[in-house]
């Protein structure tokens, strides 16, 4: 059984000028000890998805469909207190911006104590013992000395690896990482990655990773979810993704990604931009744009399909309905 | 599916008239949607009026002492006993009309608070402009000037500055320059916050690209201050402006209560809350309280407008 | 840390300088002490007799330096309207409006902090809103109204407390008297105390609850609740600590504001102390008085910037930056 199961997830925004849906009956999955990355451009909801699991949405948004289901159970509709508990134990979290992520006024020790107390019945000094233990296990060096210390007296990088020893010392099952290397140096993020990668593994600890970045995704993540406007355009494999993008999307996505190994003149983009939560198209939302539209694209929006190892919102891969002259030749990209 | 959807052609349109993007913004539908705002508004709007035209509403002129009969002296006010209709929040020791002494108080207090606001935001806002956009030494030397006066109360700078101007004047001047030592007094007390404010969005402005751009083309550091950076900065001044202006209504209203802002000559709402109080403990209440619930109409309207302004030019607070 | 105090004393010396020199402009070139002193017909002889007498003949600096010299040894001169020491005034008023002002600080932090901060969490509830609609009014009632509405309730229709005075007094030491220690001293202080604080207490309440509401929106808060903090730990461990670092300025910048206010509220009650005093002088233009009033209320104003500075680098431990930790840190 899945660990996370997100079933047609609907988030809505009230606002004076209508209601505002930044996600649209989005479904995935996450198993046990797999890491899942969640990719987009910025506003297509990828962070929102996070949000929504750990169910910290900010009034006025709301959930307004659909469910999502933690280890079989339900949690999008838990009263406030039974969500609390899951949040730090169960389900970890880790934000973009290490700098205003931590609280500058509270040393290091002091946060990763009082999170490992919340949920773990220990004395103050096996709690103490435990946060350096975490340190140690992220990278700090000299870690019985630096648990006194206060945020802005680390590096970015540094402090970033205190947030993942705060997000996963309290062994949750599940990890949320929402950005977690953007606001990094690039040299930093490679180790940050790698830190990751290593003690999700070493805990059988399942990740979420949501990121812009295309790269980190194909080095990080067993599975890709590839969001846009709101909704999932394609996901699969990584690999498949990748070198056999089925959605003209993502297509787009790998093509515009510039090769070590080709030569280009230009660079590809697509054109156009990502349609406004309050404009977006009728049918398949990224019809506007798409160089392989036609008629069934404007009416109705298309459903997850096979396509291949992947699956896709794309109606060219309805046997039925597709005309020949697109027939589906899963694109590779130049 | 509920989201509004993007028709396949959009039909070319004008775009709308500022009148038109003025009404259907974010600012008039947040008013009209509060009662506070639209309420203060108009108790604002009443009690300024009532003041700027009292010369010509008012039922009585209390400067003209030919109006006055002292058989009036402290008649109550309405509902109770030995009340009058012409006299409808009653009289004074002298007879004069509480109502129409409020009215042109009022006018006073309000002409009184404006002004010293305008002076304050005109120093404040040319300091603030200078210190922020010549940086160095300059703007260390005006903003440690303004950090110096604000951690003097402003009402004790007013209170020494109208000390040392009415002592430098010759007696017999007083009465006629009062207002505008007091105007003087207030304005400059309050200057600094105004300087701080601009300097900090100054800052912030001069190192973006259309300031940039300005100086490529060969604009003069005034004009680029003037025409470029100032619209830019004036949204948090003209918060201040208004919040600022309840305060110095009631600054003014203290200087007159104590005794050195407007004389009984020509008596704002202080000064006759200060008449009144003798009359406190002899029962006549209504010559202290009326002006003072005026005042503070006055003020709470302005201080709510204020208030509902801050928080809708914020979009950080919705 | 030590650099810092140091720096901040050296930085706080000037200011101290320009409000001496300010100080003395106004004692020595505002208003005419002969024409006040002598009245209007005197001699030549007698004008040269006082001007020598009170040294006004003698160079710009000479002056200056004899001022601040007898100002340091707690001479300021003689009252023009009372013909006293400025300096005998000054300690028969002093004891008076510090103990207004204390118990009027006292006041309206323990009862404005835990309001603003309730009014910043519970935004919606209704006890709230009514706070919050209060302390507009508050905001807006000028300290004197108060302190006649307080009269008109207290002393006027229910006789529960004086209106005037401060009631009876104990004296300790050589010059300190105080009003705690009676009965009728205790009576006397409430109204005051009450007058004085009100205006502090709402303004203290909208500054924490503002604060509260954008620390509440901070990443931290977020990952606080992220990682499963309770409610109490989120509030009052997180949010409260950041919160009353940036009020501890205002709050010490406010005690400026409650000692110019305490002159409206002792010239209500009639309160004999140092600002019933200098409203008295401002009226007749006593200079003598008003210049030992600036001077003495800018040391005490440099004073408690200086307190100030010094408990927020002791509270906020980014202004403590031990640069060779930082340097350690890549």
């Known amino acids: 059984m899945a660990l996370l199961e997100i079933d047609n997830l609907t988030v809505e925004f009230p606002t004076r000028r209508g209601v505002l849906r930044a996600l649209d009956s989005i479904s995935l999955s996450i198993e046990p000890g797999e890491v899942l990355g969640v990719v987009g451009e910025s506003g297509a909801g990828k962070s929102l998805t996070g949000v929504a699991v750990i169910g910290l949405l900010e009034p006025p948004g709301r959930v307004a469909g659909g469910q999502i289901r933690f280890d079989g159970k339900r949690i999008d509709n838990l009263p406030y207190e039974a969500m609390r508990r899951i949040r730090g134990r169960q389900i970890g979290t880790i934000f973009q911006d290490p700098l205003t992520t931590l609280n500058p006024l509270y040393t290091v020790g002091h946060q990763l104590v009082e999170t490992i107390q919340t949920h773990l019945a220990l004395s103050d000094a096996d709690a103490r013992k435990r946060a350096i233990h975490w340190l140690t296990e992220v990278g700090i060096p000299a870690a019985s000395q630096r648990i006194d210390a206060y945020p802005h007296e680390f590096s970015g990088g540094m402090r970033q690896r205190v947030v993942i ?26 180790q940050i990655i790698t830190l990751l990668k290593r003690l999700t593994r070493d805990h059988g600890t399942s990740v979420m990773l949501v990121t812009h970045d295309m790269g980190v995704i194909a080095e990080t993540a067993d599975r890709v979810a590839v969001m846009y406007a709101g909704r999932i355009a394609e996901i699969g494999p990584v690999a498949e993704v990748v070198r056999h993008p089925a959605h003209p999307y993502t297509e787009g996505l790998m093509g515009s990604i510039p090769s070590l190994e080709h030569r280009v003149a230009r660079l590809r983009q697509i054109d156009g931009a990502m349609p406004r939560l309050n404009a977006i198209p009728r049918g398949c939302a990224f019809n506007p744009r798409c160089p392989k539209v036609f008629d069934r694209c404007h009416a109705e929006r298309p459903e997850l399909l096979a396509a291949g190892a992947t699956r896709a919102a794309c109606w060219l891969y309805d046997a039925a309905a597709a005309p020949a002259a697109f027939a589906p030749i899963r694109g590779t990209h130049a | 599916m509920s989201a509004t959807q993007a028709p396949a052609k959009p039909a070319p349109a004008r775009a709308p008239s500022r009148w038109a993007r003025a009404l259907d913004s974010d600012l008039l539908y947040s008013f009209r949607r509060s009662p506070l705002a639209v309420g203060s508004a108009t108790v604002a709007l009443i009690l300024i009026l009532a003041a700027v035209l009292a010369p010509w509403i008012a039922p009585q002129d209390p400067t003209n002492v030919a109006n006055l009969n002292l058989l009036n002296s402290f008649n109550p006010p309405l509902p109770l006993e030995g009340s009058d209709w012409t006299f409808p929040l009653g009289t004074d020791e002298q007879g004069r009309d509480v109502l129409s002494a409020i009215m042109f108080g009022s006018r006073i207090s309000l002409i009184v608070g404006a002004a010293s606001v305008i002076f304050a935001v005109v120093v404040g806002v040319a300091v603030g402009l200078l210190a922020g956009y010549a940086g160095g030494m300059v703007d260390a030397f005006l903003m440690r000037a303004a950090d110096v006066q604000l951690t003097f109360p402003s009402i004790l700078m007013a209170l020494l500055v109208d000390g040392v101007v009415s002592a430098e004047l010759p007696r017999n001047l007083h009465a006629t320059f009062q207002i505008y030592v007091l105007i003087f007094a207030i304005g400059i007390s309050r200057w600094p916050q105004f300087a701080r404010t601009v300097r900090g969005s100054t800052l912030v402005e001069r190192n973006k690209d259309y300031v940039m751009a300005a100086r490529l083309i060969g604009l003069g550091q005034v004009r680029i201050m003037a025409t470029h950076i100032l619209p830019n900065v004036l949204g948090p001044v003209l918060v201040l402006g208004t919040l600022t202006l309840g305060l110095a209504i009631l600054d003014e209203a203290t200087l007159s209560f104590l005794g050195v802002g407007l004389p009984p000559t020509q008596p704002s709402l202080g000064t006759l809350i200060r008449i009144g109080d003798d009359f406190l403990f002899s029962g006549q209440w209504w010559v202290t309280i009326f002006p003072g619930v005026a005042l503070v109409l006055m003020v709470l309207s302005i201080n709510l407008l204020g208030d509902w302004l801050r928080d809708a030019l914020n979009p950080r607070l919705r | 840390m030590l650099a810092f105090i140091v720096s901040r004393i050296l930085q706080a010396i000037p200011v101290l300088l320009v409000i001496g020199f300010v100080s003395f402009a106004m004692f020595a070139y505002v208003g005419d002490p002969v024409t006040i002193m002598l009245g209007q017909d005197y001699t030549e002889a007698q004008r040269i007799a006082l001007v020598h007498q009170l040294g006004l003949d003698q160079p710009f600096f000479v002056q200056y330096a004899k001022f601040i010299w ?14 006293q020491p400025v300096a005998g005034l000054i300690a028969q008023r002093l004891p008076a409006t510090l103990e207004l002002v204390a118990v009027a600080t006292v006041f ?10 309730y009014t910043g969490i519970y935004r919606n509830a209704k006890l709230a809103r009514l706070g919050m609609a209060l302390s507009l009014i508050g905001v807006s009632l000028p300290t004197f109204l108060i302190g006649i509405l307080l009269i008109l309730f207290f002393s006027v229709l229910l006789g529960w407390l004086p209106s005037f005075g401060r009631g009876d007094t104990v004296r300790i030491g050589t010059w300190w008297t105080t009003g705690l220690l009676t009965v009728s001293g205790l009576r006397a202080l409430v109204l005051p105390a009450i007058t004085l604080g009100l205006f502090q207490l709402t303004l203290i309440m909208r500054l924490v609850r503002a604060e509260m509401l954008e620390v509440l929106r901070t990443d ?8 499963g903090l309770s409610n109490h730990a989120v509030y009052f461990g997180h949010a409260l600590k950041n919160t009353l670092v940036p009020v501890i300025t205002i709050v010490g910048l406010q005690i400026g504001g409650i000692i110019a206010f305490s002159l409206v509220t002792e010239t209500v009650f009639q309160w004999p102390g140092m600002g019933l005093l200098l409203v008295q002088s401002v009226a007749v233009a006593d200079i003598p008085v008003m210049s030992a009033y600036l001077l003495l209320v800018g040391v005490v104003f440099v004073l408690i910037n200086l307190i100030v500075d010094l408990l927020y680098y002791a509270v906020d431990p980014r202004l403590r930056v031990d640069r060779a930790t930082a340097g350690a840190a890549r």
């Open chain 3, 70 to 83: 007898a100002a340091l040894h707690g001479n300021f001169g003689m009252s023009y309207r009372l013909a």
């Open chain 1, 165 to 190: 020893a705060l997000a996963l010392c309290a062994e949750p099952r599940l990890v949320i990482a929402d950005e977690p290397t953007t606001a990094l140096d690039v040299s930093i993020q490679a």
């Open chain 3, 220 to 227: 931290y808060i977020k990952f606080a609740r992220a990682r």
């Open chain 3, 108 to 117: 309206s932090l323990a009862i404005g902090i835990p309001l603003g901060v």
